[in-house]
């Protein structure tokens, strides 16, 4: 007797519940509105959508934000530039030293200044290992999300190793507040270049595992492909920057597009997805994964020498041994201190390429040491306004799985 | 077995009975499993993730069982920032707790505002809820936040645990 | 694809008498435009000039001056590092200006958080609402006027807000001879 296979077709849920939908449009069923959040569990934080539901499929969502709003932009007009510092800590919270490089560039940009070899090195390192940490819990709480808790112990475990790391360079977890106005709090502690060393060498194997937990896995591909899918022209209209954009197959990265801190340096790849739904942004944030540690191997194989902040000696802050013994110094920690930098007029945008996409800030001066107007352009803020598009369609299901896949932190998005 | 033969002493059963306080042993019961519901609202929120995770491993004090509906838990965990947007819902969900119940402020901003001097942000979430214990950071290291759940511990110790006195919720101010 | 200086030539021709003089600052261009015509320039510089990237929207209160209202776009390109920055200025008593939000999408929720926090309204935009604070907080508080500790509302219901404790500035405490006193949660919050 042979062998004989049967195929039996599976439809596509969701098309067959539109089918359904579509063949008997007077139903005289009842639209049910559902409250998701503030405080739900795959939200990450206080984000609320309204869902109109028809059954299980989503016909109409609307978002609410601002339950993290905490009126950072007007925080930041009544302060200094350096005392600002602290509060890019807090906006991604999964991030805070690209924050604070972000922020710092900002500045500096405004004062016209450029960091020596060094400095850019050590930001550009901060950078990257916050792009790990962040695209870590990232796709963890995503694969939560999805039902696979083991995947958010694996990533919490090498991000512990980073904390590890960013403790000893700043002497905090993660609200480091790193960076100052023309360079850096301090130099890196001795011995810390071969700690991330050892990191990055322990950790490569860690990408293949997360890999092999997560990209093959039946269950994992079920919750994710076709779900949730940008289009190309949605995402640029939308202003989606960072993995989202890259996952609908736009190839924008401001560390090619606008390099800064030396980027141009560096060789690295732009992953870009194909289809734009939540399988391909989670491909491409483990490809950037393995990117970051080529920029990472990259920088630790020819760490510059020297000044690890800018020479203008008006405007940054002097060695604590001369502001003891020196008349002239100690006068110009104390103007720097209680007035601030001197800040040309003028106004800047500068946008850095951060975990989550483009973190741009747009300082507006009139001259002196607070900021006339600084705003915030928030890559959360901008990459959750396609909720209401993206959301009408898909399964009630699958909404947790998109919005895991989108990886906003609300802290950003509210500022 | 026979009638009559086991009424008296036994020291088998009585090797398993334990004579002690109602109170004691109610309260014991209750710090080794207390559940939290955990209000992760900002930065705080991601120190208690990790103090659910491996390293810090929350479950050797009975509190791993992080219910995301009120109506389980027992001890509100406020990690973050309380805004004023937020603060009514904060309370509804303390509110949908079951007796008894405690509240921990993790962090300077659920405690008083801490560096969010704002429009925006409630100085505090002791304005709206009865808070038990005040966890200090910005945000604590996990260490501090288990520390809290130990002092929290202590604290049900020392409660009358069957005639719980209602804690008194503070005013709007 | 045009460059910064084309685009800037280019919108000077097509809108002759409406745009203001380009300036230069750390490289970056700014233009002024009036207020009326932003749709129209917006539109300009997607489809003829290849600016497919509206990087961000923001607004400036220049208190004092005529007109008071500054709103502040960041024209980008996605594949090229061209960046215009277009300005129009608003008067209080106008208080609006057109929507640009059927050119790019992500213009929605700028323009909403412009309206929420400083009170510029526009024209024609599908869903102005508040979008950081609540609908029925009375107050924009991005306005300079505004203070930073707050003002005390109560929305029934939904929210409600005090004034929070400065003692001159987000870090600056008063003397510590008080130290009882100075405890902020001990103070009753002043009167209004």
Wanted: net charge negative; glycine share 8%.
């Amino acid at each position: 007797m042979a062998n004989t296979t049967t195929t039996f077709e599976q439809p596509d849920a969701l098309l067959r519940t539109q089918q359904a939908l579509d063949a008997a449009p007077d139903v005289p069923g009842e639209r049910l509105t559902l409250n998701m959040g503030p405080s739900h569990p795959s939200t990450h934080g206080v984000l609320r959508i309204v869902l109109e539901l028809d059954g299980e499929v989503v016909t109409k969502a609307i978002p609410d934000i601002g339950y993290l709003h905490r009126g950072d932009e007007k925080i930041a007009e009544n302060m200094t530039y350096n005392q600002f510092v602290p509060y890019t800590d807090r906006l991604d919270y999964l991030a805070p030293l690209a924050n604070n490089v972000a922020y710092a560039c900002a500045v500096e940009k405004l004062m016209g200044w450029d960091l020596p070899p060094r400095g850019q090195a050590i930001r550009v390192l901060c950078c990257e290992l916050a792009r790990i940490s962040a695209h870590l819990l990232g796709f963890g709480a995503m694969a939560m999300d999805c039902g696979a808790m083991s995947v958010f112990l694996y990533t919490f475990t090498e991000r512990e190793k980073l904390y590890n790391l960013f403790e000893s360079l700043t002497g905090a977890r993660f609200t480091t507040s790193y960076t100052r106005i023309g360079g850096m709090t301090r130099d890196l502690p001795p011995g810390w270049l071969d700690e991330v060393a050892a990191f990055i060498k322990q950790y490569k194997p860690q990408i293949e595992e997360t890999d092999k937990l997560l990209t093959r896995n039946k269950i994992f591909i079920e919750r994710s492909r076709d779900v949730g899918v940008i289009t190309r022209a949605d995402a640029i209209s939308y202003g989606i920057t960072g993995p989202n954009l890259r996952g609908s197959g736009v190839d924008y990265d401001v560390r090619k597009v606008r390099p800064y801190l030396g980027y141009e340096n560096y060789d690295f790849d732009i992953p870009v997805g194909s289809v734009g739904d939540c399988y391909d942004r989670y491909l491409v944030r483990l490809e950037e994964l393995r990117q970051s540690v080529r920029i990472i191997e990259q920088v630790l194989a020819k760490f510059p020498e020297g000044p690890i902040h800018v020479a203008d000696t008006k405007n940054y802050l002097p060695k604590k041994q001369k502001v003891l013994t020196k008349m002239e110094e100690l006068i110009h920690q104390f103007i720097l201190v209680t007035e601030g930098l001197k800040a040309p007029p003028g106004e800047v945008y500068f946008g850095a390429e951060n975990p989550k996409g483009e973190l741009g800030f747009y300082i507006r001066s009139r001259g002196g040491g607070v900021p006339y107007r600084l705003k915030i352009r928030a890559p959360s803020f901008v990459n959750l306004s396609i909720l209401d598009k993206l959301l009408p369609g898909c399964m009630m299901a699958d909404v947790v799985a998109i919005l895991g896949s989108i990886d906003f932190v609300m802290g950003e998005c509210d500022r | 077995m026979v009638h009559g033969r086991e009424i008296a002493y036994n020291s088998k059963v009585e090797g398993n009975i334990i004579l002690a306080n109602l109170d004691a042993s109610i309260n014991w019961m209750r710090t080794h499993s207390m559940w939290p519901m955990p209000m992760g609202l900002a930065c705080c929120a991601i120190e208690l993730m990790a103090s659910g995770g491996a390293r810090f491993d929350i479950a050797r004090f009975g509190a791993e069982v992080m219910r995301f509906s009120p109506r389980q838990s027992d001890v509100l965990i406020v990690a973050g920032t309380v805004t004023y947007k937020m603060a009514l819902a904060t309370k509804r969900i303390y509110e949908q707790m079951p007796d008894p119940k405690w509240v921990i402020a993790m962090g300077a901003c659920a405690s008083s505002g801490g560096m969010y001097r704002s429009y925006a942000v409630l100085q505090g979430i002791d304005r709206i809820l009865p808070v038990d214990v005040y966890i200090s950071g910005c945000p604590p290291r996990p260490e501090a936040l288990l520390e809290g759940l130990m002092r929290l511990q202590q604290k049900i110790m020392t409660e009358k645990s069957t005639t719980r006195q209602l804690v008194p919720e503070p005013a709007l101010v | 694809m045009a460059t910064t200086t084309e685009a800037i030539q280019s919108l000077q021709s097509a809108f002759a008498g409406k745009v203001g003089a380009a300036r230069e600052f750390r490289g970056e261009h700014t233009l002024p435009v009036d207020r009326e015509i932003i749709a129209d320039v917006a539109l300009h510089l997607r489809d003829k000039l290849g600016f497919d990237y509206l990087a961000d929207i923001c607004s400036v209160d220049n208190m004092g001056d005529e007109p008071r209202y500054e709103v502040v776009y960041e024209f980008a390109q996605m594949s090229a590092p061209h960046h215009l920055r277009i300005i129009a200025k608003v008067s209080e008593d106008e208080g609006s200006l057109p929507t640009i939000s059927h050119v790019y999408a992500t213009a929605n929720w700028h323009e909403r958080e412009i309206w929420d926090m400083m009170g510029i309204k526009f024209d024609n935009h599908p869903d102005l609402r508040r979008i950081l604070m609540w609908e029925g907080y009375p107050y924009f508080p991005l306005q300079r006027d505004f203070p930073l500790e707050g003002k005390p509302s109560d929305t029934p219901g939904e929210a409600f807000t005090r004034i929070a404790p400065l003692e001159g500035g987000p870090f600056v405490t008063a003397p510590a001879e008080h130290n009882h006193d100075r405890e902020p949660r001990a103070r009753p919050p002043e009167p209004v």
